[in-house]
């Protein structure tokens, strides 16, 4: 463990398992023994093949998908796929259906004017997006209803999945792996691979067949699912060291117990982070409570000028990556699979000993702990 | 150096300098002593920043590119460039023209007929596509006039490029930063990195700021050049890795005198191949000698059913990546920045081992060699 080492709660590129890190660096300079970098090996070699193969069971295994749908890994990040969707999907639809969630549910909704019409079918802008709409209507015609499962920058996410009788399709950016969902509930599923995937520069699309299928226009190559589907994700070079990278993450993963292993560590960080804000006096939470995503934490503080020194006491202590989303503001702590529970506790320690520093009392539960241990040195 | 280190002539994803390897390898475990790996930053944060203004200098100063012109790091391979291109400048022009000279050129065009009408002003493709071709007269009313200056598969380069008064845009994916251009004569260079650049993963784009000006229609985010411009490179989360790591690379350049430094090598370099195959009586090149690239060497044997004994003979001595394209057959060997002369050495000793060991005469330039030899031991 290097000791310099940061407590990174950063939202993407986050943070990645230090053993997963020493193996990519380790092929930097010679993979497998090669003699070759896995930078300079050739995307056409039977032992990268192997690498996109591998890769491709794992997530297969991980997330229980059913031969029925393909797994693609491409370029361009969730923003591509924002054009990609509608540019496959709604030629010659009359709409498609949107869920308004926040930033980036926006983004994808501006992202498909360009090809049709996005109904939007339930919004929480009213609310700062500190919420998921819990019931919406969506219009039987559309040729999709689009949802993002994790908001990213509001710090929320969906739990629950409707059936709607239309493709499904999910940005799944900053949750995927973090928890189990059911991959047959959705048509399309994809996420950009810097958060619990593996470093930036590549994209993951899980895509029913059946989808595939309906598509029957022409589409430039590079845009067009059939031809990335049919190429096997090697229509074109692909971001090698991206895919490789994934790969020895996604096999961390398992050896965690798989994404069901990973989830109860996650549940419980959250749980332990969002206590302290609930308990803390100088600090609130933005999500409401049913909402609250366990990948990002987003919150203030109630002093709005104590932020910036917060911020400065926080990175003293070696926690990086904390500052809100710029349209936020405030604080997110991002707790990504590979973040361990110890920097969460090193998080809620530093929060609790700013309250001190303010000489503000110490939260409720330690002082039962207090009251406790004065108990039992006097007994 | 790694005794096991091979002799890379893989046409791309492609050899690295091995200081750059070490520089990434060493940056993967903890960038600059931040605590923190490169696949671990935010790309908002100002040392990523840095990275992205300072590889840009980087590529301003090497290829002396005026302020006029910008410089972006994108997504999705040159591939996706042969849509976006006419994407961004073909709409509502009649025709655009494209230059046939090989397999990639086939494909730019290709996309362009998604968009209007691509117009072959010339074309090799009645050789094989083993010329460049020399005159062609251009429709004045084209949108822009593409080329492809050096062509991967087939082994050509195009050393003069010709001026239309229409926009010029080329595909210089497998010969950028290998030999000085003047970048006043094009409106868009673009290439793939994965050669002379950097890792795979992340493409370039060079454009000229007037040219992005011209679009004035609606094109998806992610696809439009003035949105990518606006933006910096750093609209969506980009390739943090290959950024980074072809900051290094041309670090490295830059050290080795340049572009001009590294130009007199390559010809070295492609002299001392060209002349093997000429020499040698087993091998003949594929490309006509005024038009051989000296990225791309391509070469077959005469007698064809010798040439999966040679390849084992060669990868026996630990060269690799000489099997030519599926489509063509035969070798290429490409010789990139990273490429050292002795690996050169190594190839051409091989061959005229291979030609030796079936009982050949030496070729004759060796034959003279030892004339000369012997004269001298017996004067």
Request: net charge negative; proline share 5%.
């Amino acid at each position: 463990m290097n000791e310099n080492k940061k407590h990174n709660f950063g939202a993407g590129p986050c943070i990645l398992p230090e053993s997963v890190l020493c193996q990519a660096a380790n092929a930097v300079i010679d993979w497998n023994d090669m003699g070759l970098s896995i930078l300079e090996v050739s995307h056409r070699s039977p032992e990268f093949e192997s690498v996109v193969l591998k890769t491709q069971l794992l997530v297969r295994e991980l997330l229980h998908i059913p031969d029925s749908y393909a797994v693609l890994f491409l370029q361009g990040g969730a923003s591509t796929q924002f054009s990609m969707i509608p540019m496959n999907f709604l030629k010659g639809k009359s709409v498609a259906a949107y869920l308004d969630t926040g930033y980036f549910a926006q983004k994808a909704i501006q992202e498909a004017k360009h090809f049709g019409t996005p109904v939007i079918v339930g919004s929480s802008r009213d609310k700062q997006y500190n919420y998921i709409p819990d019931y919406y209507d969506v219009p039987s015609e559309a040729a999709y209803l689009h949802i993002t499962s994790n908001n990213t920058i509001e710090g929320t996410e969906q739990f629950e999945f409707p059936t709607q009788g239309i493709p499904m399709i999910c940005d799944m950016s900053s949750d995927i792996f973090s928890r189990m969902v059911d991959v047959r509930k959705f048509d399309l599923i994809y996420a950009g691979a810097q958060k619990n995937m593996g470093p930036a520069g590549m994209t993951m699309v899980i895509i029913k067949n059946e989808l595939i299928d309906t598509i029957t226009h022409e589409i430039p190559a590079m845009s067009d699912y059939r031809v990335l589907e049919a190429n096997n994700s090697l229509y074109n070079t692909p971001p090698v060291f991206a895919i490789y990278t994934a790969m020895l993450n996604l096999i961390w993963l398992k050896d965690q117990g798989g994404i069901l292993g990973i989830e109860q560590k996650n549940i419980k960080k959250a749980m332990l982070l969002y206590k302290e804000i609930d308990e803390n006096p100088l600090f609130y939470g933005l999500a409401q409570p049913a909402h609250r995503s366990r990948m990002n934490v987003t919150f203030k503080m109630y002093d709005e000028s104590l932020e910036k020194v917060f911020l400065t006491f926080a990175t003293e202590r070696n926690i990086v990556g904390i500052q809100g989303y710029r349209t936020v503001g405030g604080f997110r702590a991002s707790l990504y699979n590979a973040l361990p529970i110890e920097s969460v506790q090193v998080l809620v320690t530093v929060m609790r000993d700013f309250a001190a520093e303010l000489g503000l009392h110490a939260p409720l539960n330690d002082l039962q702990g207090a009251v406790g241990l004065a108990r039992q040195a006097t007994s």
